[in-house]
């Protein structure tokens, strides 16, 4: 983890970005942003506040969209890309105080509600917000013990806005507002120099209705907790009610304590998942699984293909050769081009592209450039990354296109450009759409709008080109094996043979691959949790690799053999057809793990988890494709045909 949260991938600019993905000199430098910064006794800590968030309604807001204390210029701090993307507003605040100074009962501002500002605080609270502050990069946690004994401390992720409570006999409900803030700074101590580096930032929140004699004036000694009298606030005050009229007192704490953490390792404490032995356990479990399946899998096709092949190349008469069954029969129309062969082109070639962008952002993410303490760094690096690699998308989509004996290679390659990014964005803008209604900030702004039609218009578009201009200008591919002018007829098939039927089958094997560390992800995404073992995830993703295109070679040596010689679109759809119980698990998973009730939210929910399904559909299919692509040149090259 060392190295991890060191070496994050902040980015200030899209061009840096792409400058960064070009140059980088391993571990010699910090980036901007994360590198460690030293404080001595009296420095001035700025804390900035971040969105509120939700995990009721997935709609983020910006921390003073409701009437908090506000200081005397509200400054928003830079941010990137991908942070806007996930609706981060990182904004200064009014709590500022100095290293190693303890402060008690600070009062930060007064405020008097009114009937609107009330009823915005009481909505913020019946949705369950979370308010999210930071300190020198680190997020502000609130330490939670669990019930079993010697069970490690966990930390939740910002602290409530307050909290409802129903008086029991009585249907009456009230609410609480946490308006004093008790902070602990955790700093470990350089012995040599004397300074100080921020390992921890943790909070307490309460509601105490503040009391205080005289006129209200910023000097004035509140009776409730007072640092002269060392009365401190506690979680048996009387509450802060949130009604019409009341007034607030906004107040703070600060304490320092030293820690044994280094500055290195003070993002482990935020990434102690909750139930990490049972994530141990079930990829444990995944990985056996799909080894013994792939061991079968292996066997049969070895067996079986080596036994076919020596007896087909031993046939010597013609009779012989006529009475044979099987896939060498159809080795005239094995290599026909299937119906809508430029639409497979374009999903073979997005596939390509999407390939290119996860496996590049994984070994990223493996060698910790994009760790969780630089927020927003994983989505910008994969939208630069599926712009850059589509140059890889049209190459693909050209080849294949050509091997096809197609001639348009512009319209393929305006169809790769345009189509999936197209459906994706026709989707994200109307979910944008719907969030820019419920005024949240995780609606994207204009100008991110135009930046992303821009990477997609003024580099993805032409990279597609570049792309298919150097694929059709290479050779086509050669057939292994002639093709015969008229097609063959294809018997009729078994029931399990159906086309239906065996690209249905064909998806259970990918998914069940990935379903564990699927919910580790949604749980990541939608529960507002750090995902941070990359390590396992590509594992996972090589397990799925090789799930995939095992599975579809088998189910198409099985089709080839009964006679069915339309393999091409089979091959895509058998192992895409995983998307579809990606998206049944989705939907699982909405209605057992999360308590949405807002029905623009599960829109955004479903909406997302369209375009995510989306995705996989098209790189699981592609694997499958290619998988099956080589094993069908492999065994037709492999036999004599008279």
């Known amino acids: 983890m060392g190295n991890r949260s060191h070496l994050g ?22 980036l901007p942003g994360v590198a460690p910064q030293d404080f001595f006794k009296g420095d001035a800590l700025r804390v900035k506040v971040n969105k509120l968030a939700s995990t009721k309604t997935q709609l983020p807001y910006s921390y003073y969209s409701v009437p908090y204390c506000r200081p005397d210029k509200i400054v928003d701090s830079a941010e990137n890309l991908g942070e806007v993307l996930r609706g981060d507003r990182i904004e200064n605040s009014p709590y500022e105080f100095q290293m190693l100074v303890p402060q008690m009962c600070n009062a930060v501002c007064r405020v008097v509600l009114n009937e609107k500002t009330a009823k915005e605080f009481k909505e913020k609270i019946d949705d ?4 999210n502050m930071i300190l020198d990069n680190l997020p502000l946690v609130v330490p ?11 930390y939740q992720h910002g602290f409530f ?8 006999g009585t249907k009456e ?9 008790t902070f602990t700074v955790k700093f470990h101590k350089d012995i040599q120099t004397d300074s100080a580096r921020i390992v921890g930032f943790e909070v307490n929140a309460f509601s105490v209705k503040h009391q205080y004699d005289g006129q209200w004036s910023r000097k004035t000694r509140l009776t409730t907790c007072d640092a002269h009298a060392k009365r401190m606030v506690t979680s048996s005050d009387p509450p802060q009610e949130v009604e019409d009229k009341k007034e607030i007192i906004f107040t703070y704490d600060v304490d320092f304590q030293e820690s044994d953490v280094k500055w290195a390792s003070r993002w482990d404490t935020y990434l ?11 990829i444990v479990n995944s990985l056996m699984i799909v080894l013994f399946l792939s061991g079968m899998v292996a066997m049969i096709m070895l067996r079986t293909l080596y036994r076919d092949i020596s007896k087909y190349n031993q046939l010597e008469t013609q009779e012989e050769a006529q009475e044979e069954t099987g896939w060498k029969l ?53 939208l630069l990354l599926w712009v850059l690699m589509g140059i890889f998308g049209g190459y693909a989509s050209a080849r294949l296109y050509k091997t096809f004996k197609g001639t348009e290679w512009k319209t393929i390659t305006l169809k790769t450009a345009f189509m999936f990014p197209g459906i994706a964005f026709a989707i994200f803008f109307v979910l944008n759409a719907l969030i820019w209604g419920e005024k949240s900030s995780g609606a994207v702004p204009f100008g991110t709008m135009f930046a992303l039609v821009f990477l997609w218009f003024g580099i993805s578009v032409p990279l597609v080109f570049v ?6 200008k290479k050779p086509a591919i050669e057939d292994p094996v002639k093709t015969n002018k008229i097609p063959r007829q294809i018997p009729e098939q078994a029931w399990y043979m159906s086309s239906a039927f065996s690209i249905l089958i064909g998806g259970i094997l990918p998914f069940g691959a990935v379903f564990i560390e699927l919910f580790f992800i949604l749980t990541s995404i939608w529960l507002q949790q750090f995902y941070y073992i990359f390590g396992f995830l590509f594992i996972v993703f090589l397990i799925l690799i090789v799930t995939c295109a095992e599975i579809t070679i088998v189910l198409c040596y099985f089709q080839l053999c009964s006679e069915d010689y339309l393999w091409w679109w089979r091959s895509y759809l058998t192992s895409g057809s995983s998307a579809l119980y990606l998206f049944l698990y989705t939907i699982f998973y909405f209605f057992t793990k999360l308590n949405i009730t807002k029905p623009v939210s599960g829109i955004l929910y479903f909406g997302y988890m369209l375009i995510a399904s989306y995705a996989f559909f098209v790189l699981t299919g592609t694997i499958g494709f290619y998988a099956c692509f080589w094993f069908t040149r492999l065994i037709y090259s492999s036999v004599k045909i008279d």
């Open 144 to 154: 939670m013990t669990r019930m079993e004994k010697d069970s490690p401390i966990i």
């Open 467 to 472: 792309g298919s201009y150097i694929g059709f």
């Open 161 to 168: 806005v307050g909290r409802k409570v129903q008086y029991a």
């Open 330 to 382: 159809v080795h005239g129309d094995v290599f026909r081009p299937p119906p809508n062969s430029d639409l497979l082109c374009v999903y073979v070639g997005t596939g390509v592209q999407f390939f290119g962008m996860i496996l590049i952002a994984m070994i990223f993410a493996v060698l910790g450039f994009l760790s969780p303490s630089n927020r927003g760094g994983l989505m910008t690096a994969l």
């Open 272 to 282: 102690l998942m909750a139930d990490d032995q049972v994530h141990w356990f079930s």
């Open 128 to 131: 369950e917000y979370r308010v």
């Open 9 to 30: 991938f902040p980015i200030h600019h899209i061009w840096i970005c792409v400058f960064l993905l070009l140059s980088i000199h391993g571990h010699s430098f910090y």
């Open 173 to 181: 409900e009230k609410y609480f507002i946490n308006n004093h803030l």
